[in-house]
């Protein structure tokens, strides 16, 4: 099976450098024409300017694919909404939005300001909102899309130093998993990837020998399978230096305590109980794991 993007159109946000230039080059090669979304700042998210996302544009047209540069900050509502409106105008439609954009601002929480917290948030999380907003209506109106949001192992298991930047990446995942069930009538598929990869954002933290394992090409199948035309919806993938795996939000199956015994120490003393791993699910939305323990009361009785 041969997976293309012809005659797709395609935003992906920070795409000036690192994992988001990749993804570019290969939905281009693939057939998709792109917009290449750069504010182009510093790292910590200072600066900005528009030749970061101009110079992958010239390497995609170089190689005879189609794309444009935008310079919009992602947090930037009304430049995400020019952004949009002018993709639609250019190619006249949006299929494919990857929400990459993204900074860091590291430091142990005892030491972290509220504005490098809250920095960190509005560039991922509210970055990732703002431009999944601006496309929401015009997928929905064609009936079709696919959105990838970029979360990272910090936000599923947690980093040292990375209080905001986890914040921000655990709440794109919760943010995928109501628009999945929330698009899925409209055939707008939204999924997530936790990469690992050798990236001016990686690179002090990451030995050389390391960093060439973790070339961002390896992550390039998992993402856009993601956004493919096969892609499931609310799946989180991880991907790097050639391997592949998922992240699962698993719920144990626990215990069912009779009203006189709803006490702390019963909570501390069945603790192992309750935490057992053995049998656990996947619920696929929030009321399935409420209509769980309901369907369970009957064990009250017995
Ligand atoms: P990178 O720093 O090379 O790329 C991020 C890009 O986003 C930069 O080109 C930057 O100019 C752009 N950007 C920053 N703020 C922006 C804004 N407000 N508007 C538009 N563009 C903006 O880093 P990398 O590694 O390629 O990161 C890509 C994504 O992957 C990020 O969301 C990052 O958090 C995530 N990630 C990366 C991991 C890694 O191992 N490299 C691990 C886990 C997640």
Known sequence: MTIDFKDRVAIVTGAGGGLGREYALELAARGAKVVVNDFGGARDGSGGSATAAEVVVAEIEAKGGTAVANPASVTDFPAVEAMIADTLSRWGRVDILINNAGVLRDKSFAKMTLDDFRFVLD?????????????????????????????????????????????????????????????????????????????????????????????????VPAALYLVSNVAPTSTILGAGAGGFHAAHVTLTHGIMVPEADRTVETVAARIAEITDRAGETVPTNGAEQGGLVMSRLGELKA
């Not at 907003?133 to 040292?160: E, H, P, Q």
Request: a positive charge.
């Open 123 to 219: 560039v991922h999380l509210m970055g990732s909102v703002n431009c999944t907003k601006a496309v929401w209506d015009a997928m929905r109106d064609a009936g079709y899309g696919r959105i990838l949001m970029t979360s990272s192992s910090t936000g599923l298991y947690g980093n040292f130093g990375q209080a905001n930047y986890g914040a921000a990446k655990l709440g794109l995942v919760g943010l995928m998993k109501t628009l999945a069930l929330e698009g899925a009538k409209s055939n707008i598929h939204v999924n997530s990837i936790f990469p690992v990869a050798g990236t001016r954002m990686t690179e002090d933290v990451m030995p050389e020998e390391m960093l060439r394992l973790l070339a961002p090409k390896n992550v």
